[in-house]
């Protein structure tokens, strides 16, 4: 099938490279050329809003998804008249507003952090008020990696964050004394089946993913069954098609559900390399209508992001078992240049790739 790709970034690169091999072409659409899908098909530069360059880019496809939760909502709905575009359009309504999105995994009965909606400074005082401190207030639209973000422990901090943070509509949530934060992927084809990955466990610096690891380990039976059934909630209910994940606190032995996202997601990039079919293979799968592959792992795997700068990759391929991923993009900071999986990683392997990483940055 020809599959049309809106957004052109590393993920667009990864489902191209897992999809090829099942016998799909890919083509990409988005505001600027980028070096990350240059070789793998052909890009229609173009914006969001361009109806008429949307319409020309979707009659060369079969069908359309994309690789970024902020495609306007309208760009998708105005390609999904004409073709299927994957996931549906309605889990990006949900997912890029953090309000809605918590009003619909709470109507799910999916446990969240509190929060509040705050769209004036007053009402962020108010909100900060009755959510208690210290809390995080957030964008509701656009924040990505940290950005678009502050922690709150005082009225004096909420009215520099409604400063530092524009103006725009916001949400105040709770701050949660979490043990670990996880992530838990799903997938749903076009016949309604559903599978779900291993949780993995995530560690974040300076809000960015820094290290993913599949299997998480220490995982009871019980929260696994957790995990999986709020990934076959959203699915269901969004009559999903394609993978999702959903960032998940662990509290208390039990699970608080942060954000969801209607994509494949960097906390599952360890699967490419561990598990028997990468998140990446599956999306393509699901969004062509073929059978939806195991998503055992192989062995465990740990994934680290390279930032801004890469580190010594002739010391990296000296570590047993280590898989260089990188993105062909030009260093800057806070860019994500590649990633590192280490497969079965020893103790010692893991500890130095860890150090130079670290010491890239």
């Known amino acids: 099938m020809k599959v049309g790709v809106l957004g052109a970034g590393q993920l667009g690169r990864m489902l191209a490279l897992a999809g090829m091999p099942l016998g799909h072409t890919f083509s990409f659409y988005d505001t600027a050329e980028s070096p990350c899908t240059q070789s793998l098909g052909p890009t229609t530069v173009g914006r969001f809003d361009d109806e008429k360059a949307l319409a020309a880019f979707a009659a060369t496809c079969d069908v359309v998804t994309y690789e970024f939760e902020n495609v306007p909502c309208n760009a998708a709905h105005a390609i999904n008249s004409k073709l299927p575009v994957y996931p549906p359009p309605r889990a990006l309504e949900v997912s890029q507003d953090r309000v809605v999105e918590k009003e619909f995994l709470q109507s799910l009965d999916i446990p969240t952090p509190n929060f509040r909606a705050a769209s004036s400074e007053a009402e962020l005082l108010d909100a900060v008020s009755a959510v208690g ?133 960097n906390s599952g990039h360890a699967t490419i390399d561990g598990s028997v079919t990468s998140q990446f293979e599956n999306h393509v799968r699901a969004i062509t209508g073929m059978e939806l592959g195991s998503v055992v792992s192989r062995c465990p795997a740990v994934m680290y992001n390279t930032i801004g700068t890469l580190p010594d990759l002739t010391r990296v391929e000296t570590l047993q078992n280590a898989k260089i991923h990188l993105y062909g993009k030009e260093p800057r900071p806070g860019r994500k240049l590649g990633h590192i999986t280490l497969v079965s990683p020893s103790p010692d392997d893991d500890k130095a790739l860890e150090s130079l990483i670290r010491g890239a940055a």
């Open 133 to 265: 401190t210290p809390c995080v207030v957030k964008t509701r639209r656009l924040g990505y990696d940290g950005k678009g973000q502050a922690r709150v422990a005082s009225p004096d901090d909420a009215r520099r964050a409604w400063r530092e943070l524009g103006g725009v509509p916001l949400i105040v949530e709770a701050f949660v004394p979490f043990t670990r934060e996880l992530s838990v992927i799903g997938v749903r084809g076009q016949d309604g089946k559903t599978k779900t990955y291993p949780l993995s466990f995530n560690i974040h610096r300076a809000g960015i993913l820094h290290r993913s690891e599949i299997p998480a380990p220490g995982i009871t039976p019980e929260l696994s069954r957790e995990a999986h059934q709020i990934a076959a909630k959203v699915l269901n209910e969004l009559q999903y098609v394609g993978v999702l994940a959903i960032e998940l606190f662990e509290v208390g032995g039990k699970l608080l559900a942060n954000e969801m996202a209607p994509r494949v997601h």
